[in-house]
């Protein structure tokens, strides 16, 4: 007879219990009750800056700050802008962040190693390294380091000293490289030393196809590298950095470079507190290579080393790459903690430039725009190696 | 011909059985080869070296009269004294309700029991005057609940849940109280909460409210909605690629713009922050268990019958959840160590009164007693927290 036809309508069901109409009622009602939370929201604001004479806008962040920072990259006055206090902020952050997680990546591969250690002391020393970081807050932990050890280090005139570098509640000064005349002509110099290596590093990956030969590549690769930028800094006459050693002037150091125990404190406290999460997770990558792959490894006549190199490695850091993303923008938005030992970061100053102005909702929104972008950098970037790593399967 | 490939069993040897002497142990363990033998002796000399001037720091140096003089702000801030018996209620409740739950429950382990009752036991030797006596009563109640649980176990069992339901609300009830100065309960207001009370405040209350916001987004990610599930997306990602203190800067600055003509107060705010902002790491980890359920699971649901709020509750998430169980008390350690970002905000929970401790003229300059003794507090309620994390998972642990 007339065709089957399987519409709801045709099963004699009322429109509301069919499934595309539920679904779609319900994404309605949901997107409508956001979005009108989120205007009524909103809307209250709004009204009660009005009433308070406030209009919204970014005008203001060209007017002049009218505070100092304690430390900047980049040339910063009091009479500069709020706009340049905040990029001061910023650079700072991402100086303390791409630092920390150099550091702390450096310092868990140790500790993970340490962890499964057949050394029973290391092991167990690892052990609880790991489990204090993991236990304690960090900004507990970054107090006591600003507070209780670089606020208690002596004066300067009883600097402690180790070696070139002195060790005083003033900060840490270091021996520092004072760019002379020269520094621009060597940057150059330098740049095209890595452009010599990379060309290096193509030719022998060429050669190696067509030979079929493996052949080193990293390492002619870096001797040449080296070698250029060795050969340049002879060659030009006069050397383009001079070394400048710290000494006790006064009340001050003079030469060198005085870290800050604001930026030392928060520096050393993200370090070891992720270096903590990050020695798990090696550990927990290494372990996940089976065992049967040491012994394949072994079996087909590969050294120690190799056998690490080539198999164990290659398979734990498949494992490793996606939670040690997570903890460097753990690192990276952890470094906000700098508002508390008063090292003037991008939330720091964030904060005094809300309370000079009174402009919580544009300098909120701005920060969290700025972090949101660098955990996305950063998410981007790693992802972008992960896929490199990663088991390629059929 | 088979048989005559395998050695006489005279020539089979015993496997070499392994001495565990003291001597064998330090070889194998601490000096199999020269460089483990001087990574030792490396080990060994900086643990003295740190461990000798810690120990002298500690037993002579330090003054530690700034903890007991100050015990009172650092367990309930400036929580009025006259109220403090509110607080040792919620205690001797909890404990009673371990015990009952242990009685119930526990599959007779001493160890477990004796922890109960014991250690406010062990620790009321450590405290003095009213202190005690409230620990005191505490490990009372711990017994009474034991022995209740063991002696009715069949029929205590619900009421024990129910305990459990009603504790937090009671516990909110208690210490907030209601009512004008003469009544039962006089209102205390947040300003007054602080130290560890406020911490414990702000964490119970953080985990109890993201828990079902988290399990509610986790269910929008994996949702076949496209808006409901962009919603999801957005949200997770703003919160979890922005820091905790923005967060809470943000709930302090703007919730009361966001709410003309309603008054909250500072620690409601600071909740509000970190529920935000937890649940949304909470979410993540409810997706991870999620995805770990096999299709098979929700197919025969739906073959059974169930519409999608059944499937999700009877089948889905109680398989979801057992997975993910150590990740999210994980999480609520992470969110536990976060509280103590709330001091940025201004408030006086174990930080901010750390910090208000080491203001007073007689203490000055003792960051290192007063932090080191945080940092313990933390450290033990984590510890305790990843401990039960780890019973519950062999508990729930079905395939074996």
Redesign the interface.
């Known amino acids: 007879m007339a065709d089957v036809r399987l519409s709801p309508r045709s099963l004699g069901r009322a429109f509301w219990r069919d499934d595309r109409f539920i679904q779609a009622a319900v994404q309605v009602i949901v997107v409508a009750v956001v979005a009108g939370l989120l205007y009524l929201a909103f809307r209250n604001m709004a009204d009660s800056l009005a009433r308070q004479g406030v209009t919204l806008g970014f005008g203001f962040l060209e007017n002049a700050a009218g505070f100092d920072l304690g430390e900047s990259l980049i040339p910063y006055s009091n009479t500069d802008t709020f706009a340049r206090a905040l990029l001061a902020g910023l650079l700072n952050t991402l100086l303390v962040s791409v630092l920390g997680i150099v550091f702390s990546t450096v310092l868990g591969i140790a500790v993970g190693i340490a962890r499964l250690s057949g050394n029973w002391l290391v092991n167990r020393l690892a052990w609880l390294f790991v489990e204090l970081m993991r236990n304690v807050p960090l900004l507990v932990l970054l107090i006591f380091i600003y507070t209780a050890i670089f606020l208690k280090l002596p004066r300067v005139r009883q600097a402690i000293s180790v070696g070139p570098i002195y060790l005083s509640n003033r900060g840490v000064a270091i021996p520092w490289g004072e760019p002379t005349e020269t520094w621009s002509l060597y940057l150059a110099c330098f740049a095209g030393a890595v452009v010599v290596a990379v060309l290096v590093v193509f030719g022998l990956r060429w050669w190696q196809a067509r030979s079929g030969r493996p052949k080193p590549i990293a390492l002619p690769a870096l001797a040449v590298w080296l070698g250029l930028t060795a050969v340049g800094w002879f060659i030009l006459p006069q050397p383009p950095l001079q070394l400048s050693q710290p000494e006790i002037a006064g009340f001050n150091f003079k030469g060198g470079r005085t870290l800050t125990p604001e930026f030392m404190a928060l520096l050393l406290g993200l370090v070891i507190y992720t270096a903590g999460f990050i020695g798990e997770v090696v550990r927990a990558g290494i372990q996940s290579v089976p065992k049967g792959q040491i012994e394949a490894a072994r079996a087909l006549g590969l050294n120690g080393r190799r056998t690490l190199q080539l198999i164990i490695f290659p398979q734990a850091l498949r494992v490793i790459v996606p939670p040690l993303t997570s903890q460097y923008l753990n690192l990276t938005k952890n470094s906000s903690l700098a508002v508390a030992i008063a090292y003037p970061d991008l939330f720091g100053v964030a904060g005094t430039v809300i309370n000079q102005t009174g402009r919580a909702v544009e300098v909120i929104a701005i920060v969290m725009i700025v972090y949101l972008s660098v955990s996305l950098f950063t998410s981007v970037l790693m992802n972008w190696y992960n896929r490199r790593v990663r088991l390629v399967e059929r | 011909m088979s048989t005559s490939s395998l050695p006489a069993p005279a020539e089979v040897l015993p496997p070499p059985f392994e001495r565990y002497t003291l001597l064998g142990w330090l070889r194998r363990?601490?000096f199999?080869t020269w460089y483990?033998a001087l990574?030792?002796a490396i080990?060994?000399a900086l643990?003295f070296l740190a461990g000798r001037s810690a120990l002298e720091w500690a037993l002579g140096q330090a003054r530690w009269e700034v903890i007991t003089a100050n015990l009172r702000l650092f367990l309930v801030g400036q929580y009025p004294a006259s109220a403090t018996w509110r607080v040792w209620a919620c205690v001797g409740l909890l404990a009673a309700l371990i015990g009952l739950s242990y009685g119930v429950w526990g599959r007779g382990r001493r160890a477990n029991a004796l922890g109960v009752v014991g250690l406010p036991v062990v620790l009321a030797l450590v405290f003095e005057g009213e202190t005690r006596i409230a620990l005191l009563a505490a490990g009372a109640a711990g017994a009474l609940g034991l022995g209740l649980g063991r002696w009715r176990r069949a029929r205590l069992a619900r009421w024990a849940v129910f305990g459990w339901v009603i504790y937090f609300p009671l516990v909110i009830v208690l210490v907030s109280g209601f009512g004008g100065e003469g009544s039962v309960l006089p209102l205390v207001p947040t300003n007054l909460w602080g130290g560890l009370l406020l911490t414990l405040l702000l964490s119970v209350v953080g985990i109890v409210f993201s828990f079902p916001l988290g399990v509610l987004l986790a269910l929008g990610r994996q949702s076949?909605?496209?808006?409901?599930r962009a919603?999801s997306v957005t949200y997770i990602e703003?919160l979890?690629?922005?820091?905790?203190?923005?967060v809470l800067?943000?709930a302090q600055?703007?919730l009361?713009?966001?709410?003309?003509g309603v008054t909250i107060d500072r620690v409601v705010r600071a909740m509000a922050g970190i529920v935000l902002f937890s649940a949304a790491y909470l979410a993540e980890n409810v997706r991870g268990g999620l995805q770990a359920i096999p299709r098979g699971q929700y197919e025969a649901a739906r073959a059974l019958g169930l519409n999608t709020w059944k499937m999700m509750l009877l089948i889905i998430l109680p398989q979801a959840l057992k997975i993910v169980i150590p990740v999210l008390v994980g999480q609520f350690?992470a969110l536990f160590?976060?509280t103590?970002?709330v001091?940025?905000v201004g408030l006086l929970e174990l930080?901010g009164i750390a910090k208000a401790v080491l203001a007073q003229p007689d203490f000055l300059g003792l960051?290192?007693e007063v932090?080191?003794f945080?940092?313990l507090v933390?450290?033990v309620f984590?510890?305790l927290m990843?401990d039960l994390s780890q019973r519950l998972e062999r508990r729930l642990n079905t395939e074996r």
């Open positions: 363990n601490l199999s483990n990574l030792t080990c060994a643990i076949g909605l496209p808006a409901v919603l703003v979890r690629g922005v820091p905790l203190v923005t800067f943000m600055l703007m009361p713009l966001f709410l003309p350690i160590k976060d103590s970002l001091v940025i930080m960051q290192a932090y080191l945080v940092a933390y450290a984590c510890y990843s």
